[in-house]
T-cell receptor, first 115, second 112 residues
């Protein structure tokens, strides 16, 4: 499976600021996904990011709050904008598996705390 | 009905026993089924996937799928304390394309 890295691994931010999370993969992948995992909860898909097209957002998530870039086949960023304490979560990127239908592999995650 | 349901646990088993984790899902043209393991503070790790009815074995892990009854299970034989983690069931549904829908996860504790 692909090697996935995320930056930063954790951050503590002030209310009203924005944070951009980077996701880097060591091989080219068509589809990348961004998830949120709130404390004690399961994973919720924020959006799907395909290279060369606008990200597709899930119900309850909007581009103004979570803008996503996908400039090439190995990189994506997720920005959490105008943060509030409710945005405190782990943010995870994942990539589709190669040659195995529907599989996804996750990066190490970014633990965000908003004060 | 929630789309993917799991008992949150915790499920406690003694070391060396078989741990049985269950997951049920709604009938929405389900396609693919996955089990992820998540240690505290870590990201989910894919441990098993299954697409067809029946059993699939990989080392100490066996995934069992029964589409007629809409459940998928994960058996862990010879459970070890290192198996203590949260196990997430995920399903893809035809109407959602290749998006994974996760259950809430089951906490497994293996006691030595």
């Amino acid at each position: 499976s692909a090697v996935i890295s995320q930056k930063p691994s954790r951050d503590i931010c002030q209310r009203g600021t924005s944070l951009t999370i980077q996701c880097q993969v060591d091989s080219q992948v068509t589809m990348m996904f961004w998830y949120r995992q709130q404390p004690g909860q399961s994973l919720t898909l924020i959006a799907t990011a395909n290279q060369g097209s606008e990200a597709t957002y899930e119900s309850g998530f909007v581009i103004d709050k979570f803008p996503i870039s996908r400039p090439n086949l190995t990189f994506s960023t997720l920005t959490v904008s105008n943060m509030s304490p409710e945005d405190s979560s782990i943010y995870l990127c994942s990539v589709e598996g190669q040659g195995v239908t529907d599989t996804q592999y996750f990066g190490p995650g970014t633990r965000l705390t908003v004060l | 009905q929630k789309e993917v349901e799991q008992n949150s646990g915790p499920l406690s088993v003694p070391e060396g026993a078989i741990a049985s984790l269950n997951c049920t899902y709604s009938d929405r043209g389900s396609q693919s089924f996955f089990w992820y393991r998540q240690y505290s503070g870590k990201s989910p790790e894919l441990i098993m996937f299954i697409y067809s009815n029946g059993d699939k074995e990989d080392g100490r892990f066996t995934a069992q799928l029964n589409k007629a009854s809409q459940y998928v299970s994960l058996l862990i034989r010879d459970s070890q304390p290192s198996d203590s983690a949260t196990y997430l069931c995920a399903v893809t549904f035809m109407e959602y394309g290749n998006k994974l829908v996760f259950g809430a996860g089951t906490i497994l504790r293996v006691k030595s």
